[in-house]
């Protein structure tokens, strides 16, 4: 049924999830097979909790191995909208594309299945400020469950000694996920439109757009991000200081790594996160001066006086 669910075309990748969701897990290709054939059963507990991570579920290892066919259908309508009667009465899952498979659209959890994505996570950035160009900014981004089926955003980045916190909430859409953030009591707006990703969700890439915060004009601004997932119980968290960093590859794979991620190739892994964010070498933003300059040049189309009334024609 879970292969229904989220639309897998085969076994393998059935499989390749449960690798996504958990590195480690116990789910092998042989091991699937004896499993869906009915000649063995998981020994591991944590079998059932890869199972929840691959389905973004809100439920446990324990519930997931103890809940009835029944209540594990329901829950995947829950999250997928796939109709529980037509999961449980779907013939086993042969993984060579049967006519009963989800199309793959189906494989792209609503947000309710979507709580894999909670956690926190180093923001990575190029720096909008006319006082910090050529820098980096690194800030932090917490996504957590919100009310009903929504997720709350909060992020936080401190420059020049000023602390500054926006929140807002996530909306899916056309597999993206979008973030429209606001300081409390504050006016300007932050935007994030980035990729949504399987889980883990070890990484969120896209594009991060707004005015500048510090400068002598807001000038409108965008730029690459992307914001990198933190162990569960990471060095940086939201609100704490976070600021500019110069663009070296090893003062990237540096901080990754004292924010607890274990890097198997530090240099490299530094080196392609700075091609990703550096792109053309600069934020995208429009100065105040080529608004004046096309200004000056179309106004006077709007202001010229208007033709004389024809009297005869009114």
């Known amino acids: 049924m879970t292969a229904l669910a989220l639309g897998c075309a085969?076994?393998?990748?059935?499989?390749?999830?449960?690798?996504?969701?958990?590195?480690?897990?116990?789910?092998?290709?042989?091991?699937?097979?004896?499993?869906?054939?009915?000649?063995?059963?998981?020994?591991?507990a944590t079998v059932t909790e890869d199972l929840a991570a691959v389905l973004g579920s809100e439920r446990d290892g324990t519930w997931m191995a103890g809940c009835t066919l029944e209540d594990f259908a329901a829950e995947l309508e829950r999250l997928f909208g796939r109709p529980a009667g037509e999961l449980l009465a779907a013939p086993p899952f042969a993984g060579r594309g049967s006519a009963t498979a989800a199309p793959a659209a189906a494989a792209v959890p609503q947000v309710s299945g979507n709580r894999y994505l909670c956690g926190r996570y180093a923001c990575y950035s190029l720096a909008w400020s006319p006082y910090a160009t050529g820098k980096l900014v690194r800030g932090a981004l917490a996504l957590e469950p919100g009310r009903g089926k929504a997720i709350d955003a909060t992020y936080s980045e401190t420059?020049?000694?000023?602390?500054?916190?926006?929140?807002?909430?996530?909306?899916?859409?056309?597999?993206?996920?979008?973030?429209?953030?606001?300081?409390?009591?504050?006016?300007?707006?932050?935007?994030?439109?980035?990729?949504?990703?399987?889980?883990?969700?070890?990484?969120?890439?896209?594009?991060?757009?707004?005015?500048?915060?510090?400068?002598?004009?807001?000038?409108?601004?965008?730029c690459r991000i992307a914001a990198v997932r933190l162990p569960a119980e990471p060095a940086l968290k939201t609100g704490v200081r976070s600021g500019y960093l110069d663009p070296d590859p090893r003062l990237l794979a540096d901080d990754l790594t004292a924010l607890g991620l274990p890097l198997r190739e530090p240099g490299h892994a530094g080196g392609r996160l700075l091609e990703f964010l550096i792109a053309d070498g600069r934020p995208n933003q429009v100065t105040a001066a080529q608004q004046a300059e096309l200004a000056a040049l179309l106004d006077p189309l709007h202001l010229a006086e208007p033709p004389a009334c024809d009297e005869a024609a009114d």
């Open 10 to 44: 085969s076994r393998k990748h059935l499989v390749g999830l449960f690798h996504a969701a958990n590195p480690a897990t116990d789910c092998s290709l042989e091991r699937l097979h004896k499993w869906l054939q009915g000649r063995a059963l998981p020994r591991s």
């Open 159 to 222: 420059v020049f000694n000023r602390a500054i916190v926006l929140t807002g909430s996530a909306l899916l859409a056309e597999r993206t996920l979008n973030l429209h953030l606001l300081e409390p009591g504050g006016e300007l707006p932050l935007f994030f439109n980035l990729f949504l990703p399987r889980p883990p969700a070890a990484v969120l890439c896209g594009v991060l757009s707004g005015v500048t915060f510090l400068g002598g004009d807001p000038e409108p601004s965008s």
